[in-house]
Structure formats: structure tokens, C-alpha cells
């Protein structure tokens, strides 16, 4: 596969200060190729036209770069990945990052196990299992510079999932759609009871897509409390408010 250098992925990319490698195109497309693959066996995602997966999945997972200077990042951890969305994207563009893929779902952690050696990509590992448990372990409780996450999950919600692996000073970014106004809102009482702050929102439309796009970004300026997250189950069916 044969990429343009001229694409409308290549373009948007050049217009975040990315300059991809033909190294790193080649992933990209062995990425998309396996995605494909693997999805006709099993659920990753309902986007499979190789421009849409382009424009949709990997450059929305990279718009991170408009409020994260990627290059002071040193650690990273993605929640609930799914199908390594915005993680994978990221590790390619930004090898030198340390990452951690969680997702509760094992077939999903097998096929990320399959992109990360197809591509041959280093310093990123994967874990399966729930946040609210891994978020209590002491290797990873509040050891990040960035946690992200694409998951489709209310905002006080994901909170409770994401803020807890953030460091004092780190920052947690949401990815959610552009009407969230109301979600975001809701949300910020949670937030700051886990120890962060919202700090910057970023609304804009994903170029070449009728996509709406909110990045949250939270501080982390606190300590989370001990109690967070709460059992696995309890953020999703109560959320904080």
C-alpha cells in the first residue's frame, strides 16, 4: 500500500508539526491492514474504508498535539484502548514515550499484542482489565504525564477511571464529541474531588470529516483520595456529581 504524500492524512498531520517517516507511514498501513483483518472476525470498529480509518481514527487520535506538548511527555497510559485508539497512533508518531494499553476485553488485548509486533514497536506494553482495579495498584496508581482516553463513558465517569493514574502536575485528555457542553459541566465537581482541574477545552471540527471534536484537558493538581475509584462496576452505575 502505497501512500500519497500528498493524502488528506498527510496534509493534516503537517498542519499539527508532524512529519511522518516512511518507516512510520509503512506502520500505519500495516496498522490499518491488520485492523481490517482482524475485524472481520471480530468487533473493532465500523469505520474500515482505508481514507475514513485514516482521517477518523488515526488523525483524531493525534489531535491530542493541540493541547499536550507530546515531546516533554514521558509516560502515557491509554484507558479502555479498544482497538489502540488514541495509543497506538501516538506511540508511532512518538516512539520514545513509554505506553500502557488497558482494555477489559482479552480478544481486543490479543490483537494489540498483534500491532504492537507487527509494527515492532517498543516501550509499550498491554494490560487486561478494568480500570478501577488497576488505578488501586502502587505501580501505576498516580504515575503518568498523560492518561488518555477515547472511550464512549460519561465525563465524571471516566474521571473516576482516568484521573487516578495521573501524577500531580500530569493531565488527563477526553476525547469526547462537539456537543458535550453539558456533559463537561457536569463533570466538574467529580473532577475535583479526584484531585484535578479543568484546565482547557478544545472544540473544532476533525478537517476533511463531519466530525465534532472536545478535548478535555485536566490537570491533575492533587492527590486523588484513597476511595477512588470506587469497586469495579459502582463509576459507571453511580457516577460522582
Known sequence: MNRDRNSRFDQNLIGFGIHLTEVQREQFDRYYELLTEWNSVMNLTAITDYDEVNLKHFTDSLTVVRLIDMDRIESMIDIGTGAGFPGIPLKIVYPDIEIVLLDSLNKRIRFLNEVIAELGLTKIVTLHGRAEDYAKKPEYREKFDLVVSRAVANLSTLSEYCIPFAKKGGSFVSYKSGNSDDEIYSAEHAVN???????????????????????????????????YPRKAGVPGKEPLS
Do not use: H, N, Y
Open 193 to 227: 474531588i479526584l484531585g484535578g482541574r479543568i484546565s482547557e477545552i478544545d472544540k473544532f471540527q476533525l478537517a476533511g470529516t463531519d466530525m465534532g471534536r472536545s478535548l478535555v484537558r485536566i490537570e491533575k493538581v492533587k492527590p486523588t483520595p484513597k476511595k
